[in-house]
């Protein structure tokens, strides 16, 4: 935002380089002033005699889409005696051009509004409409010619947002931290002119820029519609035809002349930075009106949001009720298509439980063949190891070494007291294994609640949105959006209203709360119990935990074994003895692990099972749920009218104090981008050389092959330039209501757009 009028100022004046509009710059500079036109009575239109020139200059406000918000005029008057003024001089007429901005993000369109700080593939689109035309004979047929304007459009891409840019009819000039973007057209031209196929000549009436955005934020986009374009054509000389294309030539020389003029260019705008004190004063007064009228309106978007929120408390409770229903009956739909996801995922692990059983004795059996080489290596005698009987030979081994007794009685005392322990640890074992069991089963259920109630709520909100907005049901609403009833800026509005209600602190409280008292609900809370006590009463599930008390009491023999106590009775046993020990512990503790996975698999393999009847029990509760909604729905219609008319005061008092509270933070912009006017000036110099070459390709590529058109068809173009050269001198006296035999001048229409997300 800091930058925002040293880019405004930029792009007038990369317009003004290009169409050779300085006047605008010079008129600034010598004071000239404009004047808002609105609704007022007609202005005088008479010009003093001595009058040499009557210049007008349109300025068209418009939000981002194109769409005119309001209109500006601004007439200077130069006299024979070399003085100017200013003035109105005329009544609203109807805009010659219409501008249209079509966005569009990764391939589908966006409503502006939409767009801001988003990233991704973009596309803007200016479609140039002429709406001024007429009907004139050309040789012997009844054609219809349209006024001839010029349009060029100009926006500023910051490099740190855009990437990649490329235009469609049009130019780039990069400074290294800026892109510029110019983009031209002849909108009815190509109607006008009629070109023959056999021509390879497409005059645009549209363009089209393409960037890479992150965090999207565009400034205004200025366009500057000029029918000057033939204003030299001479249609009473016989040699007119011939003076055109000599002059479609000369085209290129004279963007030399005007870039040679970029200089005295300059020079008025440091006269014009000179000035900016009394311009700073201005701003400085506008900035405290803004702020008092911010307040203002502050207050009254309070009032009507203390009476929407009164309003809401009435609806509030149907609504909870609608809401807490129509998600049960979306929500057991979607929980029993939650359920066969879980039961396809845990079928898929299933499926990998005897990998991971095999490769997991693979293992074992490896550590077991080495222990078996080691023993050997050492010369003990033992017969091969198995995972069944390991732990019986290398009891043997060390009950052969010395001192059989002590490890003996050691391990005598330790197997009683951990077996003295079993029934304790089969009892941690089943709650450790009911409570894994129980989470997740709750957790699915949860997942699926969750999604179900979201959705019952966003169909809710739709439906209201869409009945406050329009007064339409749902259904009603989309048969008139497909028949083209309602337009995208429409739809795009109350998709974006919908999304923001959504979004609402208010809203995702009645999610949470829909789904906390659905958990807690007897359905609930009964099919998660049936669920886990259907797991826990599995053959698998009492295998599993038997094994894994198995492992266990192994699991602690082995620990205890391995503790410093029974260690300090085994200090005494031989040498050998100690190592065949370490050797068995190592082993019974890898057994433990083995015994793990064992158990683990055949956990999954027991919650697939489970998954299996969660599904089935959630199809009985979908039948119960579909009554219970049907009855809250009528409530709800009856308070949604009352709801909705006290959130529309709101909002309307909403955007009004957003709106204030903009308009002041513009002020205060202003105000603090006005050092940044030198800025400008000097990228607008750099960019000077690639205006020319720009300029030169369009001599290139759009003049020389009109001429070569107008050598080839001569009689029958030159009927059609002449009839519309006519129509381009006659449109500014058309407009202005001046009389153009007597008083010369220029027209010209400034297209300025709202910014996005800056």
Same mark, same amino acid.
């Given at each position: ?75 200077? =008057? ?12 005329? !009544? ?5 051009? !219409? ?331 089943? !709650? ?257 050389? !690639? ?58 229409? =400034? ?8």
């Amino acid at each position: 935002m800091k930058n925002m009028h040293n880019r405004a100022l930029a792009l007038i004046l990369c317009l003004a380089l290009t169409l050779g509009c300085v006047s605008l710059v010079n008129a600034v500079n010598t004071g000239k002033r404009t004047e808002e036109r609105t609704a007022a009575p007609a202005a005088d239109t008479e010009v003093p005699s001595e009058t040499v020139s009557d210049n007008e200059a349109v300025y068209v406000l418009t939000d981002a889409s194109g769409a005119v918000k309001k209109v500006i005029v601004s007439d200077r =008057i130069q006299r024979a005696d070399g003085q100017s003024s200013s003035r109105q001089t005329q !009544e609203d007429a109807a805009l010659p051009i !219409e501008v249209r901005f079509t966005y569009r993000l990764d391939g589908c369109e966006i409503a502006p509004a939409s767009l801001a700080g988003k990233s991704g593939k973009v596309e803007i689109r200016i479609d140039y409409k002429n709406l001024v035309s007429e009907v004139r004979d050309i040789n012997g047929k009844q054609e219809k010619l349209y006024v001839p304007f010029l349009t060029v459009s100009a926006l500023l891409l910051d490099n740190e947002h855009f990437s990649n840019v490329t235009v469609e009819n049009g130019k780039l000039v990069n400074d290294g931290s800026r892109t510029v973007v110019i983009g031209y057209a002849l909108p009815g031209m190509n109607e006008s002119l009629a070109l023959p196929e056999s021509v390879e000549l497409t005059i645009p009436d549209h363009v089209t820029i393409t960037a890479d955005a992150t965090d999207f934020r565009l400034g205004s986009v200025y366009t500057l519609a000029s029918n000057d374009m033939l204003s030299d054509y001479d249609e009473n000389d016989p040699d007119a035809l011939n003076k055109l294309v000599s002059s479609m030539n000369d085209l290129t020389d004279a963007a030399d002349r005007l870039l040679n003029g970029a200089q005295a260019l300059s020079e008025g705008l440091n006269t014009l930075l000179s000035k900016s004190g009394v311009l700073s004063d201005g701003v400085d007064a506008l900035c405290s009106g803004a702020d008092q009228l911010a307040t203002g309106a502050g207050a009254l978007s309070t009032g009507a949001g203390a009476l929407a929120d009164g309003a809401k408390d009435v609806n509030n409770g149907a609504a909870q009720l609608a809401s807490g229903t129509g998600s049960l009956l979306i929500g057991v739909e979607q929980l029993s298509g939650g359920a066969d996801q879980l039961l396809a995922g845990l079928q898929q692990l299933s499926s990998n439980s005897a990998a991971l059983n095999q490769g997991a004795e693979a293992v074992f059996s490896s550590l077991l063949s080495a222990a078996e080489t080691q023993l050997k290596a050492n010369g003990l005698s033992v017969s091969s190891l198995t995972v069944s009987n390991y732990q019986g030979e290398l009891n043997q081994v060390i009950a052969s070494l010395d001192p059989d007794a002590v490890y003996a009685a050691a391990l005598s005392q330790v197997t009683a007291a951990v077996e003295a322990q079993r029934s304790q640890i089969e009892a941690m074992v089943t !709650e450790a294994v009911r409570e894994q069991a129980t989470a997740a089963v709750t957790a699915a259920v949860r997942q699926s609640v969750t999604e179900q109630v979201s959705a019952a709520v966003a169909a809710t909100v739709r439906a209201q949105v869409i009945q406050a907005a329009t007064g339409m049901t749902e259904a009603e609403y989309e048969a008139a959006a497909a028949n083209g009833m309602i337009d995208e800026a429409t739809q795009a509005a109350i998709e974006a209203q919908i999304a923001a209600q959504l979004a609402s602190t208010e809203v995702q409280a009645q999610i949470d709360a829909a789904v906390a008292a659905k958990m807690t609900s007897e359905e609930v809370q009964a099919l998660i119990a049936q669920n886990v006590e259907a797991q826990m009463a599995s053959e698998e599930i009492r295998k599993a935990i038997a094994d894994n008390t198995e492992a266990q009491v192994q699991k602690a023999i082995a620990d205890t074994m391995a503790g410093p106590e029974v260690q300090a009775q085994l200090s005494a046993a031989a040498e050998g003895a100690q190592v065949v020990i370490a050797l068995k512990t190592s082993l019974d503790q890898y057994n433990a692990f083995y015994m793990g996975v064992k158990s683990y698999t055949a956990g999954v393999d027991a919650a697939a099972q489970g998954a299996a009847a969660l599904s089935s029990g959630a199809a009985e509760l979908k039948s119960g749920a579909g009554k219970l909604a049907d009855g809250s729905a009528a409530l709800l219609a009856g308070t949604a009218s009352l709801s909705g008319g006290a959130d529309e005061l709101s909002g309307g008092a909403a955007k009004l104090s957003d709106g204030a509270g903009s308009l002041a933070a513009g002020t205060h912009e202003l105000r603090d981008g006005l050092p940044a006017l030198l800025d400008g000036i000097t990228k607008l110099r750099d960019g000077s050389q !690639e205006l020319r070459t720009g300029m030169t390709q369009f001599n290139e590529e759009g003049i020389e092959r009109l001429a070569k058109l107008v050598t080839e068809d001569a009689e029958g173009l030159a009927e059609r330039l002449k009839a519309i050269a006519v129509l381009g001198k006659a449109y500014p006296a058309a407009y202005t209501g001046l009389d153009a035999e007597t008083v010369g001048g220029r027209l010209h229409f =400034i297209y300025r757009t709202d910014a996005i997300g800056e």
